[in-house]
């Protein structure tokens, strides 16, 4: 099995609206993600296991904090580290560029993406009131500090 990390580019695109439009309630569009694969502060990757676009993660970077705005996997492969291992390559790509913090925010009801975070090393920080526009719930605001997560994974 063949199983490789890709800067997103436009080729990429339709792949990921696929996996999108099943993942979310409100999925983004091709016109966001072409603008999001030409911006200097966006970081997206693929991961593409064999020739098929298996997860991908959106994500805008300015100076010390990273906002992971997109991640999912493919349903049928879900639960084989494949946003695990997307996950840690965005953080060491921006640990580089002085990112301290990445933040992300959860609809309240999706158990599995924070369950995901948490294992990640995210840590809770506080609750948007009514953040999302298309059903009012609430989002969690999660946020993993770098310096810590590295510093754990190295004594591991
Ligand atoms: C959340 C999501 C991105 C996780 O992707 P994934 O590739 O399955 O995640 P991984 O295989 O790297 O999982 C890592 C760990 O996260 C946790 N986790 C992931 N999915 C889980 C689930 N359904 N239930 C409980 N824990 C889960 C587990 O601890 C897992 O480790 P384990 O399999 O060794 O127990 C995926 O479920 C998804 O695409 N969901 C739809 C889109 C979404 O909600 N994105 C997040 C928006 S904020």
């Given at each position: 099995?063949?199983?490789?990390?890709?800067?997103?580019?436009?080729?990429?695109?339709?792949?990921?609206?696929?996996?999108?439009?099943?993942?979310?309630?409100?999925?983004?569009?091709?016109?966001?993600?072409?603008?999001?694969?030409?911006?200097?502060?966006s970081?997206?990757?693929?991961?593409i296991?064999?020739?098929?676009?298996?997860?991908?993660?959106s994500?805008?970077?300015?100076?010390?904090?990273?906002?992971?705005?997109?991640?999912?996997?493919?349903?049928?492969?879900?639960?084989?580290?494949?946003?695990?291992?997307?996950?840690?390559?965005?953080?060491?790509?921006?640990?580089?560029n002085s990112?301290?913090?990445?933040?992300?925010?959860?609809?309240?009801?999706?158990?599995?993406?924070?369950?995901?975070?948490?294992?990640?090393?995210?840590?809770?920080?506080?609750i948007?009131?009514?953040?999302?526009?298309?059903?009012?719930?609430?989002?969690?605001?999660?946020?993993?500090?770098?310096?810590?997560?590295?510093?754990?994974s190295?004594?591991?």
């Amino acid at each position: 099995m063949r199983v490789c990390i890709e800067k997103m580019e436009a080729k990429h695109i339709d792949a990921v609206l696929e996996i999108e439009k099943a993942s979310f309630p409100s999925p983004w569009t091709k016109a966001i993600y072409t603008q999001e694969v030409g911006q200097e502060y966006s970081n997206c990757f693929v991961i593409i296991v064999d020739d098929d676009l298996a997860a991908y993660i959106s994500s805008w970077s300015v100076l010390d904090e990273c906002t992971i705005n997109k991640i999912a996997c493919r349903s049928d492969l879900r639960r084989r580290g494949y946003s695990t291992m997307l996950l840690n390559h965005l953080i060491n790509k921006v640990c580089g560029n002085s990112v301290k913090y990445i933040f992300i925010e959860v609809r309240e009801s999706n158990d599995r993406a924070r369950a995901f975070y948490k294992k990640s090393g995210f840590a809770k920080k506080g609750i948007r009131k009514s953040y999302y526009s298309d059903t009012k719930e609430d989002a969690i605001l999660m946020s993993l500090d770098i310096e810590n997560f590295l510093s754990v994974s190295n004594n591991r």
